[in-house]
């Protein structure tokens, strides 16, 4: 059988290492994709180490979303074909069961259905030269719209399509939220990579978007974002009626009509973090608070404020396939930026051989505006 090269997780207390590895086939209901480029999260390594404690089977090829190219496809598939780029949604979920799911080559899920799923044919994910999907995980991407040079074409380089992916995650929310023209969107902490994402995003659905956060200076660079004349960046001292009131006058006086939060899971060491009340004490009534970040711990939440004030607090993981589609074509209107126009540079691409350099960048760039990306073809 062929081989071809991938960096494999073979254990928590060894580091990862590039190895020959059989090249899968397509078969039913699945398509080989030729990676061209991949992301690296802050946490990576992290994740490699067991300091971050996500589930997984070992060893692995890890890797989650990637822009790829179809090399093959199953006998089943009718729109996919050989040569077409696409988006790889690393969401795998079971199609017996739409409960069970996990994020390929990076968190197992919770339950043991998941797990068992992620032993099976989708383990290995995307740090690899090629990798083997689901057809239903693979979006056909506009490459000439995209890709082409202006002025018909946007202009973009293939790993600066990569911010698909970290712009869906936020998507998924604020869509099932209601977010868009006519409403107030608060986003804390604004300046992660998600949270700058929702920035970006809710501006582009025509939200007037809260930017909360303690960090000024990140604060600051998203106001460099498309539809930044919309935005209002509020910088949060800890203190719970004081941030309240900050955000409700950023807010209009009245308060938002959707929160959404991206903690790490460093916020929840000691307890409730301070801005989730403040938030959601500056929502207005019916309004909408959204648990999107990684907190795994528990939180207080404010009984008869959220009875009186009727909120829905709502915890949301990813996105829906339908609303991969509708980003997708988001990003090839032109209503919602990617790479240089949004403030995102792109760290890279780094080849397969330099994933400890790529590792140690991707930590030292935890927020907003940096992207540290592989590129397993070296293309």
Request: charged share 20%.
């Amino acid at each position: 059988m062929a081989t071809h090269k991938a960096v494999v997780l073979s254990a928590l207390d060894k580091p990862v290492s590039i190895e020959s590895v059989p090249t899968p086939t397509a078969e039913l209901g699945s398509a080989i994709v030729r990676v061209l480029a991949t992301g690296l999260q802050s946490y990576t390594r992290e994740i490699f180490n067991g300091t971050r404690p996500y589930v997984l089977s070992l060893p692995l090829v890890p890797g989650p979303s990637c822009i790829g190219r179809i090399v093959s496809t199953g006998p089943d598939a009718t729109t996919l074909s050989p040569g077409q780029l696409v988006f790889c949604d690393p969401t795998i979920t079971a199609r017996d069961d739409a409960d069970c799911s996990f994020l390929l080559g990076l968190h197992g899920g919770l339950s043991g259905s998941s797990q068992k799923l992620m032993n099976g044919p989708w383990r290995h994910g995307t740090y690899a030269e090629v990798a083997k999907l689901p057809l239903e995980n693979c979006f056909p991407l506009d490459e000439e719209r995209l890709c082409g040079t202006k002025p018909n074409g946007l202009g973009y380089k293939v790993e600066e399509l990569l911010a698909i992916s970290t712009s869906l995650v936020p998507f998924g929310g604020l869509e099932e939220a209601g977010a868009g023209a006519g409403t107030a969107v608060i986003v804390a902490p604004a300046t992660g990579k998600f949270g700058g994402a929702a920035v970006l995003v809710a501006l582009a659905m025509g939200a007037r978007v809260i930017a909360a956060g303690r960090n000024a200076k990140g604060l600051e660079k998203l106001k460099q974002f498309p539809g930044a004349e919309r935005l209002t960046t509020v910088q949060l001292v800890s203190d719970v009626q004081k941030d309240a009131g900050a955000l409700l006058m950023a807010a209009g006086g009245k308060g938002a009509q959707t929160y959404i939060d991206f903690s790490p899971p460093a916020a929840g060491a000691n307890g409730t973090p301070s801005h989730i009340t403040s938030c959601l004490l500056a929502l207005k009534r019916n309004g909408t608070a959204l648990i999107m970040g990684g907190i795994m711990g528990n939180v207080e939440i404010p009984y008869g404020l959220t009875m009186f004030k009727n909120l829905t607090i709502k915890g949301k993981f990813m996105y829906e396939r339908e609303q991969t589609k509708r980003l997708i074509k988001m990003v090839e209107f032109g209503n919602l930026k990617l790479g240089k126009e949004s403030g995102v540079q792109v760290l890279g691409p780094y080849g397969l051989d330099d994933i400890e350099k790529a590792l140690d960048v991707a930590a030292e760039h935890a927020g907003w505006g940096e992207d540290v990306v592989l590129a397993p073809n070296k293309e």
